[in-house]
């Protein structure tokens, strides 16, 4: 194949700037994530959320510099429309995905600050419930509220919605 197709090729800068965008993505994850964790070391509740987060920000990073270099691209390249669309609906899965980890991460903290191996543990299995179940209710609001994300990014489901649920008076 000849270097000089390649270069004239119309998508060659913007995958060029694509493919920089992830690297440095993944290097800022990296470098950010062992920062974190050295820094949160003290603060197991932050820690765990830092711990519990590291894999989902690993691509949110990622599809955030796509997103960016997407969004920089020329109009007039082909598909790139739904190119963008497609890294959008991406980037609001990760994005939940990492609200959700939070929040995983959040309910470990505070379990582990909560030990139940002592004599009397009756208060702390008390908290771990707690913890439980509000932090299930909280992932299930974050991915349900993730999923309406989704889908509102086409069409059919905002003219649905609309339908479904007409505006008020007062919001006219």
């Not at 920000?57 to 691209?73: D, E, G, N, R």
Request: glycine share 6%; aromatic share 6%.
């Amino acid at each position: 194949m000849d270097i000089g197709i390649l270069i004239a090729h119309p998508w060659f800068g913007t995958w060029a700037a694509a493919l920089a965008g992830v690297v440095i993505a993944l290097i800022a994850h990296r470098l950010g994530g062992l920062l974190l964790m050295r820094l949160t070391r003290p603060a197991p509740v932050l820690h765990a959320i830092v711990a519990k987060s590291r894999a989902p920000a690993s691509v949110v990073l990622p599809l955030l510099a796509l997103q960016t270099v997407w969004q920089a691209a020329p109009d007039e390249l082909r598909w790139i429309d739904s190119v963008r669309h497609v890294n959008g609906l991406l980037m609001i899965a990760a994005t939940t995905w990492l609200v959700v980890r939070i929040i995983a991460g959040f309910a470990k903290g505070v379990m582990d600050r909560h030990p139940v191996d002592v004599v009397d543990n009756m208060g702390a299995r008390r908290i771990h419930t707690q913890t439980r179940v509000l932090s299930r209710i909280a992932m299930t609001l974050a991915t349900i509220m993730g999923a309406a994300m989704l889908l509102m990014t086409f069409p059919g489901a905002r003219r649905w919605a609309r339908a479904c649920w007409p505006r008020p008076a007062w919001s006219a």
